[in-house]
């Protein structure tokens, strides 16, 4: 049992009135979340004059955990760059609700998208608590003053992430492990209904991963919130992913379940990987068994 679960658990235990009444209000949320269509209409993304991604087009499905894979500099993380508008499509472009993502106001697509970059940056000296705060900021008008809601997502997001106890701290007082926690923090705490997230289980543990990869699953499930994750790990995208894209050389070669784009066939094309695929003894989900020389 996680962490948030375990917290869950107790607190079930605690107020079983007020779960009882949390729960339906909290189904009802992910039925009534905006559904929200984000796609990739034959976009290119270059850097420095060399295309990383080449005339990719694909959707974005709603409600569902999207995860892109493939082999190192195959354009997983551009292709999240440009999603997110931090990256300008050289030609194409990015649409969200049917418009052009880079003619939208900044925040009122932040109030629509999340994003956690790989290397994030903070202030120097900024606590925990201050940081994940920081995810609030698309959610306050000109004149909008902090409110109990704000409160409730922030305490939300460091319960869900373990993080509460590193509240007070500041960031660059914590392990490379516990910021990515607190970086997941803030990017839940801002409540998007489409979050995406460049390798999010960067510098974790094995336990710390799955915790995280829990935590994106229930915010899914439970909130109606749209995932699409770049992730390194096969296995674990294979077992989280309602959705996988499989990147090589800039181009999308499979998208589906992960059923069928996790095959023998295509690890051998994205990675010059033989493997066996054989099902996840825990999830029933596709699994890689690389085969190595010996």
């Not at 003053?145 to 106890?165: F, H, I, K, Y």
Request: hydrophobic share 45%; charged share 20%.
């Amino acid at each position: 049992m996680t962490h948030a679960h375990a917290h869950a658990h107790a607190h079930a235990h605690a107020e079983p009135q007020a779960q009882a009444h949390a729960e339906p209000q909290a189904q009802a949320q992910a039925q009534t979340r905006p559904a929200h269509e984000l796609r990739a209409d034959s976009v290119t993304l270059n850097y420095g004059g060399r295309d990383i991604v080449s005339n990719v087009s694909f959707a974005i499905p709603g409600g569902k955990v999207t995860v892109i894979v493939g082999a190192n500099a195959c354009g997983k993380s551009t292709l999240l760059r440009g999603l997110s508008r931090l990256l300008r499509p050289a030609s194409g472009h990015v649409m969200l609700d049917g418009r052009d993502i880079h003619s939208m106001p900044s925040k009122e697509v932040a109030q629509v998208v999340g994003i956690l970059p790989q290397s994030p940056i903070a202030p120097e000296g900024i606590t925990v608590r201050d940081l994940v705060a920081r995810g609030r900021y698309p959610h306050q008008g000109w004149f909008q003053r902090w409110s109990a809601a704000d409160d409730v997502a922030v305490e939300r997001a460091l319960t869900a992430t373990d993080t509460v106890e590193l509240a007070s701290q500041r960031l660059e007082e914590l392990s490379g492990g516990q910021r990515q926690r607190v970086w997941i923090a803030m990017a839940l705490s801002q409540d998007p209904d489409i979050l995406l997230l460049d390798e999010p289980t960067t510098f974790l543990d094995v336990r710390h991963q799955l915790d995280a990869l829990d935590v994106l699953a229930d915010l899914n499930r439970e909130r109606g919130s749209t995932i699409v994750m770049v992730l390194h790990e096969l296995n674990l995208a294979a077992r989280y992913a309602d959705h996988m894209v499989l990147m090589h050389e800039g181009q999308i070669i499979a998208a589906g379940t992960p059923t069928e784009v996790v095959t023998a066939e295509r690890m051998r094309e994205a990675f010059a990987l033989e493997s066996q695929i054989i099902s996840d003894p825990v999830s029933r989900s596709p699994m890689v068994i690389p085969v190595g020389r010996a």
